[in-house]
């Protein structure tokens, strides 16, 4: 069994690993590390990253804060007050006030959190008519940070505003809604419970006879960040046979599998917990962004789609990475991204591409850009809606004018002149 050690700001210089970086780069990862969340482990530490090219290596910036995912002045701001030894209060104040200009609560997720019964749930996110989100309370951490991730305010700011203990609600609103068919487990990462809560959460599902749920996700990085979740962990034995029991009982579980680069493909814990998920009955199906400095290139994508689908995972999302934290260094403009998309797209067989994108998950949906072209002498963005805040906007294309340095959705405007996209008065409606 390995045992889990986790490496944050307060311990960091410990790693034995520390010693290929000069003493200013390990100033560097304190200073960053104070303003965007900082934790990694030792899987990543010995098994993920390669040391000896460590300032280039993906799993190095994925879970190891960069001087550039902060402004120069803010950078510089840290800098000197930690060199000045300054207070605490002194450091808190001004990280905060750094951290609020890196739009902490991207795509308006407060509004997806549903009122039931008068009261406001706030364990659950429903946005998308059949599947509803949940954020049980003991999964909201994660084995380690990935630098760009879109909900580092809550292990930032210690504000785990999305968390629920009870399954009664869950249950509750289940029935109450019976065009839901998913329950999407989150976090934070749920793979960080003990097998114990995941038992307490599936058994009372299995035990309340939904017969509207179909469908159980676990939306989780473990396989990448720490693959023994599932093989020598303590429970792991444990979780393997729940997963199988459940799948028993008529309802399919699946591992919404976070995998950035396949170089998290290659370790033999990372195999073996792939299969022994596969034969208790799990789908695993996997997605990620696309980011400057890890995988904008289209051979890693074909590569890991590749590598998947030997594994027998089903490549399921491709993402454009959100407007918050450190965007700015992660950030590949759309069109960049929708042309490593294509020539991913086009160098694998057809059981590589069951997967969709590049998408953007904005406040009215998960909007695809399904390409550039070019319309009554107008260059375009051709767009579509995988998913939407009303489900009728799915799948019908529309067009943005082609606009070769926007990153996210609010750089892009109707095309032809038009004064608005199709969907904007009823998505305007809907939230009034
Ligand atoms: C992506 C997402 C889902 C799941 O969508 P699928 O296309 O069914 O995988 C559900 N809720 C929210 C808020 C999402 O962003
Ligand atoms: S594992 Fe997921 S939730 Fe956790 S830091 Fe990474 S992207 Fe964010």
Redesign the pocket.
Known sequence: MTEYKSFSLHNFREIPQMEYLTEEQRFNIEVVGTVLPFKTNNYVVDELIDWRNFEDDPFFILNFPQKEMLDEDSFNTVALLLKSSASKKEVQEAVRKIRLKLNPNP?G?ES?VPVFQDERLNGI????R????FFPTQGQTCHAYCTFCFRWPQFALNEFKFAMKESDTLIQYLKANPQIT?V?FTGGDPAVMKTRFFETYFNALLDADIPNLKNI?IGTKSLAYWPYRYTTDDDADDLIDLFRKVKSKGISVAL?AHFNHPGELKTAAVKEAVKRLISAGVQIRSQSPVLRHINNNADIWAENWKAQVKLGIIP??MFIARDTGAQDYFAVPLNQTWQIFRNAYNQVSGICRTV?GPSM?CSPG?IQIVGVSEVKGEKVFVLTF??GRDPSWVGKPFFARYNPDAIWIDDLEPAFDEPKFFFEDSYCEMLA
């Open positions: 795509a997720q997806n996110q429903h946005k998308y059949e599947t509803m989100l998913d999407l996700r919404m399921y999302y969709k998950s998960k995988l998913q």
